[in-house]
């Protein structure tokens, strides 16, 4: 263990998202030899779709490399089919719960839950946002059940609003998922900087729905590299008893390696064992 809050590395398989804030890109055996090797507990993955689990042998390889998938990222299904589970399209909207569908089903057979974020969508043209949110939490129901079955947790993740016009708040997201079981709040600290009036507050006042968390700085580097007040976020963590992940989602920058060698730094020194 890498502390006493487990930490994950970000692998991006996915071509289109070059450039987001995944630490490793295009080369999965590559990123599971650095987490080993930098002392990472598992491995985060935004994987382009569930077909990508069936040719890649995802379980023996994490394994041998003593690590665990903390979660798969499902925003593929945006980035490349601009897929939204909230879309006025019917069928659109039925394709994004099917694409999420297959990649619970992957993550079942590994057990890691799966996340929404960008597949959450946005109003646009002027559309009712409340009549937007009544139809991703329409779609969010049948994939909670569906992680339920696998014993995992669906995540859901407020974005920033240059991203999302739905939910941009962890209280916001309590909000809209009341009734709705087994869905798990993540807060990705580079969207809560943004948003929130006082991220540990929020965090507290969150409790036990945060399933996840993104441990990102203010500028989406790796913690420690931008302005982020880590200090009241560990304590609220800690006062939650957060028994989930951190994964480093942030930018490669200046490298891959020197991305990943400071979000191990940090992450030990916040979080000593
Ligand atoms: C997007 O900004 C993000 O934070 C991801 O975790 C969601 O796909
Ligand atoms: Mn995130």
Not at 167 to 177: A, E, F, K, P
Request: glycine letters at 10%; a negative charge.
């Amino acid at each position: 263990m890498a502390g006493s809050f487990r930490l994950a590395l970000t692998v991006s398989l996915v071509e289109e998202a070059r450039g987001g804030p995944f630490v490793y890109h295009g080369d999965f055996s590559h990123a599971c030899r650095e987490a080993e090797r930098m002392g990472y507990d598992g491995i985060e993955i935004f994987a382009p779709s569930s077909e990508w689990f069936a040719t890649h042998d995802v379980q023996n390889k994490v394994a041998g490399h003593g690590l665990r998938v903390a979660a798969i990222g499902s925003g593929a299904g945006w980035l490349t089919r601009k897929l939204s589970l909230s879309s006025s399209n019917d069928e659109i909207r039925k394709e994004a719960v099917a694409f999420v569908s297959g990649l619970i089903d992957a993550g079942a057979a590994i057990k890691a839950p799966v996340i929404i974020g960008s597949m959450q969508g946005r109003a646009e043209n002027g559309e009712d946002v409340s009549a937007v949110r009544g139809r991703l939490v329409e779609s969010l129901i049948p994939l909670a059940k569906r992680s339920a079955d696998a014993g995992l947790p669906l995540l859901y993740e407020p974005l920033n609003r240059y991203e999302t016009n739905l939910i941009n708040r962890l209280s916001d997201g309590i909000h809209m998922l009341a009734g709705v079981a087994n869905v798990k709040l993540l807060a990705d600290l580079f969207h809560m900087n943004i948003e929130e009036v006082d991220i540990a507050a929020s965090i507290r006042e969150a409790g036990a729905a945060v399933g996840h968390v993104h441990f990102a700085d203010s500028n989406r580097r790796a913690v420690g590299a931008g302005h982020l007040f880590a200090a009241p976020i560990v304590e609220a963590l800690n006062s939650i008893e957060y028994e989930g992940w951190l994964s480093a989602e942030v930018l490669p920058l200046p490298s891959e390696s020197e991305a990943a060698r400071l979000s191990v730094a940090s992450h030990r020194r916040l979080f000593p064992a």
